[in-house]
Nanobody
Framework: QVQLVESGGGLVQAGGSLRLSCTTS????????MGWYRQAPGKQRELVAT???????NYADSVKGRFTISRDNAKNTVYLQMNSLKPEDTAVYYC?????????????WGQGTQVTVSS
């Protein structure tokens, strides 16, 4: 299983921004779709955003217009830029990888990074 390492979480006030990063050491990163999930206390894990190998993106309705997923294949890294953060965005955010390049079937998870948004 590939190792996914997240970073960039932390504490931020409502209205602020954070950028999460997820890096993998495997060289086939560019051929896989990547995504971010989150899980808030007492809630089910939910899909936040995905990006295919070709750069097509998809977002949960709750984050559209505020979050942006992107990837840098040269650095084997996927990012999640989070703007206009709200307290309800507080969660553990997980980086994920699909076994495919253009469709979604998760084969790897990161360890998660905590994002806390204070009101």
């Amino acid at each position: 299983q590939v190792q996914l390492v997240e970073s960039g979480g932390g504490l931020v006030q409502a209205g602020g921004s954070l950028r999460l990063s997820c890096t993998t050491s495997r060289t086939i990163f560019s051929t896989k779709a990547m995504g971010w999930y989150r899980q808030a206390p007492g809630k089910q894990r939910e899909l936040v955003a995905t990006i295919t190998r070709g750069g097509s993106t998809n977002y949960a309705d709750s984050v559209k217009g505020r979050f942006t997923i992107s990837r840098d294949n040269a650095k084997n890294t996927v990012y999640l830029q989070m703007n206009s953060l709200k307290p309800e965005d507080t969660a553990v955010y997980y980086c994920t990888r699909s076994r495919y390049g253009s469709s979604w079937d998760i084969d790897s998870w990161g360890q998660g990074t905590q994002v806390t948004v204070s009101s």
